[in-house]
Each structure stands twice: as structure tokens, then as C-alpha cells.
């Protein structure tokens, strides 16, 4: 036992190595974006398919995976996600048609679903104690919380450099190495007490919910969000989910058991990720489209434009977010946080046509990534922490599966709200960058405002130490 737990810090960084890479892939292809378009002949709206490819299967499959987890072994579902990642990448990086290129973004999120909805319970047992619990949350949160932005530098400096292909390629050396040392270093499975059967029926109806959901979500800004597609979709994720909950109320090894969400303080975690994940798309996509379309960034500049958030929020992310949350308790840490990322949001209200990057830019970055840095810790200690250790890997992905819900809804709707604001403006005789910033002010204010409802709900967390 004492060997098994020198190692565990070492079995920490191959477990957030492992999470970088997927939380990269959310964001790193944004950049490179017209260089595909360019190189494959993809047109506007087909696209948004090499986005929204990953975001459905990686949506669609996180609740199934958290539980096969449990059920089968944390490590070996995060070993198997990592080399399904990992061959996927490598489809993409050599995809020379649109459809090659969809189809390994599916698969990649499919991968990358199993090694979200696992890695977090994997951390969870390897540090039961409770302030090296919330050093190891510190850790793991700054990957996740950070990995994001990182993605967008890296896109940059990859696609400006070498090629589109190598955003997907760079990931084959780290999923070789994160697979060999978790195959040494990550806990083998134990019996935690939960029925080995597989409840079908829920994983069919839960996952196609799932699916059909997040397909309407993130095709709703192409067919609108008032069409019978959309709507439609909607409703029949809807009527599915409804019957996913009678058939947990009657088999007797459900796939998710309801009673977890009689956890208040999980309940209320999952609904600030969701808001919190919302509004951090928003600011993070729009800002980049800002500082490209209307201050006129190149792809590089735009990546590096993020590094101070990047560079804070792992100065933060270390060791000071743990140290707070031992001093001061989860939610006073966490309402600081967002207090923090509300704040650098509502910022970009105020964005004028010729920013400045110190002026104009740089404050909201070093306010995401003060907040980013202290609030991604104690969220996730408290969606975890009241949780057994049977249904770890169930409640892991359920707050993974509300961030990317949150994060897609968020974006789509931002997106769709500053696009139609552009419009409007653009008929009223506004100057195309005026009215293009114009839009963009609408979707900041509205994210703005998913922040403050989660500081609200943060107020609303039982107090606790740990």
C-alpha cells in the first residue's frame, strides 16, 4: 500500500495528461477552422460539423461511460477511451475528405466521453483525505478549467507553423505515453458494491436522449432554433428521458440511480457547471472572434492573447485554489471564483471597436483566470464529495455531462442571440464591424447574466471545510 502510494502523484499528472488531451481537442480545433475549410472544400454550414461531430458523441455517451466505469473498472474504461482517442486522432490528422475527417471527430468524442466521465472518480480514490484531496482537485481542475485556452494557443501556433493536420497528430505521442504509464501507475478495479448487471434498457433510452439532444443543441443554428427539426428534436429527447426515469424506478440494478440526486449539494454543482460552462463558451468563443474580426488578430496573436489566463489560473490552480478551499470552505471559495469570471465577462460588454489588448482585453483575461483558477476545485469537490465511492464514476459523469450540455446550449443560443442582434443592426444602416460588435455585446450581456445565477446558486451550498 505504501509503495502504490508514493506513486499516486505520478498516477495523478498520466490521469490529467490523459484529460488535457480531450479537454484540448474542445477547443483547439476553433482556430484552425478555415484552414480547413479551405484545404477540404468544406462550405460554412458543413463545417460546423467538425465541431459539432465531437460535441455529440461526447454529449451523447458521458452518462453511459461513467457507469460502465463503475461497473467494469475506472481504469480500464480510461485506457480504453485514451487508445479509442488516440487511433481517432490519427484519422483525423490524416483525413483527406470531409467525411473522413466527421467521422474521427465522432469517434474522438466518443473516446474522449469515456475518459471524462472516469478520470475524475479515478482521482477521487486515489486521494481520500481530505486536503490532499483538495491539492490533487487543484491540480486536476487547472487541467480542465485551463486546457480550454491552452487549446486555442496551441491551434494557433500548430495550424501557423505546420499544418491543420498536426492539431490532431500532436495527440499520438501523448496518448502512447499516457497508456503505457497508466498501465503501471492507475488501480486496478475492485469490487465498490455495485451490481455487475447492465441495466439495457436505461443505457439505450439514456444515451439516445443524450444524442438526440445535444444533435438538436448544436445543429440549431443552422436549421433554427424555432424549426420542427429542432423543436421536434427537443421534445422526442424529452419524452425519451421520461422514459429512462420509469424504467429506473423499476429495474433493480438501475443505470442511475435516482436517489443520487436527492444530494443537494451534487444537484446544485451540476447546475452551476452548467451555467458557468455557458458562459465561459460564450466568452471564449466570441472573444476570439472579436479579437480576429474586429481588432483584426491573426491566429497566432489570438492564441497568445489567452496566455495570461493560461498563466494565472495554473499559478492559482496548483496550490493557492486548495489552500483557499481548506481555509475557507467550498462555497465561499467558489462564489469568489465566479464572482471573478462573471466579472472578466461582463468586461466585453463594454469592448469597443478599436481595443486595445492592455486596455481592453487583458483585464477580462486576468479575471478568468483568477476565477478559473480558484472556482473549478471546489465545484467539483462539491458535485463529489457526498457521493459513495459505487456511484463515483456515475456522478463524474453527470458534472462532465453538465458542463458540455451547458457549454453547447450556451454557445448555441450566444451564438444564434449575437448573430440575430448583427442582423437587426445590419438592416437598421448600422457599418458591418459596428454591427458585427454590436451582436457580440448582446451575447456577452446574456452570458454575463448565466454568471450571476450561478453566483446565486453558489449561495445556496451548505457550508463545508472539504
Known amino acids: 500500500m505504501s509503495k502504490f502510494s508514493d506513486k499516486r502523484w505520478i498516477a495523478l499528472i498520466v490521469l490529467c495528461l490523459g484529460s488535457l488531451m480531450i479537454v484540448l481537442d474542445t477547443t483547439i480545433v476553433n482556430v484552425a477552422l478555415p484552414s480547413i475549410r479551405d484545404d477540404l472544400g468544406f462550405t460554412e454550414s458543413t463545417l460546423a460539423w467538425v465541431v459539432n461531430a465531437y460535441m455529440l458523441t461526447f454529449g451523447g455517451f458521458l452518462l453511459l461511460g461513467g457507469r460502465l466505469g463503475d461497473l467494469f473498472g475506472h481504469r480500464k474504461l480510461f485506457l480504453m477511451g485514451i487508445v479509442l482517442f488516440t487511433l481517432a486522432s490519427l484519422g483525423c490528422g490524416i483525413a483527406s475528405t470531409q467525411t473522413m475527417l466527421i467521422v474521427g471527430r465522432a469517434i474522438q468524442g466518443f473516446g474522449g466521453a469515456i475518459v471524462a466521465a472516469v478520470a475524475l472518480s479515478l482521482v477521487m480514490n486515489l486521494f481520500t483525505e481530505s486536503g490532499e484531496r483538495a491539492k490533487a482537485m487543484g491540480v486536476y481542475g487547472f487541467v480542465n478549467s485551463g486546457g480550454g485556452t491552452l487549446g486555442v494557443l496551441l491551434g494557433g501556433v500548430l495550424t501557423n507553423w505546420l499544418s491543420w493536420n498536426w492539431i490532431f497528430l500532436v495527440n499520438l505521442p501523448l496518448g502512447i505515453l499516457v497508456t503505457l504509464l497508466g498501465l503501471k501507475l492507475l488501480p486496478g478495479h475492485k469490487d465498490n458494491g455495485a451490481s455487475r448487471n447492465l441495466d439495457i434498457a436505461g443505457a439505450v433510452t439514456i444515451t439516445s436522449a443524450m444524442l438526440l439532444a445535444v444533435y438538436s443543441i448544436v445543429n440549431g443554428n443552422t436549421v433554427g432554433w424555432d424549426s420542427v427539426q429542432t423543436l421536434g428534436g427537443l421534445a422526442g429527447a424529452l419524452a425519451i428521458l421520461i422514459v429512462f426515469i420509469a424504467i429506473e424506478l423499476k429495474v433493480k440494478a438501475p443505470l442511475m440511480p435516482l436517489g443520487l440526486f436527492k444530494l443537494r449539494s451534487m444537484v446544485t454543482a451540476d447546475l452551476i457547471a452548467m451555467l458557468w460552462s455557458a458562459a465561459m463558451f460564450s466568452w471564449f468563443f466570441l472573444?476570439?472572434?472579436?479579437?480576429?474580426?474586429?481588432?483584426?488578430?491573426?491566429?497566432?496573436?489570438?492564441?497568445?492573447?489567452?496566455?495570461?489566463?493560461?498563466?494565472?489560473?495554473?499559478?492559482?490552480?496548483?496550490?493557492?485554489?486548495?489552500?483557499?478551499?481548506?481555509?475557507?470552505?467550498?462555497?465561499?471559495?467558489?462564489?469568489?471564483?465566479?464572482?471573478?469570471?462573471?466579472?472578466?465577462?461582463?468586461?466585453?460588454?463594454?469592448?469597443?471597436?478599436?481595443?486595445?489588448?492592455?486596455?481592453?482585453?487583458?483585464?477580462?483575461?486576468?479575471?478568468?483566470?483568477?476565477?478559473?483558477?480558484?472556482?473549478?476545485?471546489?465545484?467539483?469537490?462539491?458535485?463529489?464529495?457526498?457521493?459513495?465511492?459505487?456511484?463515483?464514476?456515475?456522478?463524474?459523469?453527470?458534472?462532465?455531462?453538465?458542463?458540455?450540455?451547458?457549454?453547447?446550449?450556451?454557445?448555441?443560443?450566444?451564438?444564434?442571440?449575437?448573430?440575430?442582434?448583427?442582423?437587426?443592426?445590419?438592416?437598421?444602416?448600422?457599418?458591418?464591424?459596428?454591427?458585427?460588435?454590436?451582436?457580440?455585446?448582446?451575447?456577452?450581456?446574456?452570458?454575463?447574466?448565466?454568471?450571476?445565477?450561478?453566483?446565486?446558486?453558489a449561495m445556496t451550498l451548505k457550508k463545508s471545510k472539504n
Open 287 to 457: 472573444s476570439a472572434l472579436y479579437l480576429q474580426l474586429v481588432l483584426g488578430y491573426t491566429p497566432l496573436f489570438v492564441g497568445l492573447a489567452f496566455l495570461p489566463c493560461n498563466v494565472i489560473m495554473a499559478i492559482l490552480s496548483l496550490g493557492m485554489s486548495a489552500k483557499l478551499v481548506t481555509r475557507f470552505g467550498i462555497r465561499p471559495t467558489l462564489i469568489a471564483g465566479l464572482t471573478l469570471i462573471t466579472s472578466g465577462l461582463g468586461l466585453f460588454i463594454l469592448a469597443p471597436l478599436d481595443g486595445t489588448f492592455v486596455a481592453n482585453v487583458m483585464p477580462s483575461m486576468i479575471l478568468f483566470g483568477l476565477g478559473g483558477g480558484i472556482a473549478f476545485n471546489p465545484l467539483l469537490l462539491a458535485a463529489m464529495n457526498d457521493v459513495k465511492p459505487s456511484e463515483s464514476g456515475l456522478a463524474s459523469g453527470v458534472i462532465n455531462t453538465s458542463f458540455m450540455m451547458g457549454g453547447a446550449l450556451g454557445l448555441a443560443v450566444l451564438a444564434s442571440l449575437a448573430s440575430a442582434r448583427t442582423s437587426s443592426l445590419l438592416a437598421d444602416g448600422t457599418e458591418q464591424l459596428e454591427a458585427l460588435l454590436g451582436g457580440y455585446h448582446a451575447a456577452f450581456f446574456v452570458g454575463t447574466l448565466f454568471g450571476v445565477l450561478a453566483i446565486v446558486l
